[in-house]
């Protein structure tokens, strides 16, 4: 199972970015989607979750701004960033648990994706 996240780049205070992350290799369900963050000399924070029945929760710091969606048929995850700040860049991973085998999830990790917002 591989995960692959795309979206990240430079981006002015204020602006947008969408990222996404797409799951591939021998999966028979995907259970919750995350996305989490890491900014520069600091810990990785959780950003966003959605579950399997579309439930979503957010950090505190992103409430409004950001939008967590998922794709089941694609095996994808997005978040679709607003009103970016430059306290928003960090590299954000997807995380997703997944089912290889019916009574087994095991958590898997993306590459991350770079987001600097900046003017």
């Known amino acids: 199972v591989q995960l692959q996240a795309s979206g990240g780049g430079l981006v002015q205070p204020g602006g947008s970015l969408r990222l996404s992350c797409a799951a591939s290799?021998?999966?028979?369900?995907?259970?919750?989607m995350d996305w989490y963050r890491q900014a520069p000399g600091k810990q990785r924070e959780l950003v966003a979750v959605?579950?399997?029945?579309?439930?979503?929760n957010y950090a505190d710091s992103v409430k409004g701004r950001f939008t967590i969606s998922r794709d089941n048929a694609k095996k994808m995850v997005y978040l679709q960033m607003n009103s970016l700040k430059p306290e928003d860049t960090a590299v954000y991973y997807c995380?997703?648990?997944?089912?290889?085998?019916?009574?087994?999830?095991?958590?898997?990790w993306g590459q991350g994706t770079l987001v600097t917002v900046s003017s």
């Open positions: 290799g021998s999966i028979l369900g995907i259970n919750a």
């Open positions: 995380k997703m648990g997944v089912y290889t085998t019916p009574w087994n999830e095991v958590d898997y």
């Open positions: 959605i579950s399997s029945g579309g439930s979503t």
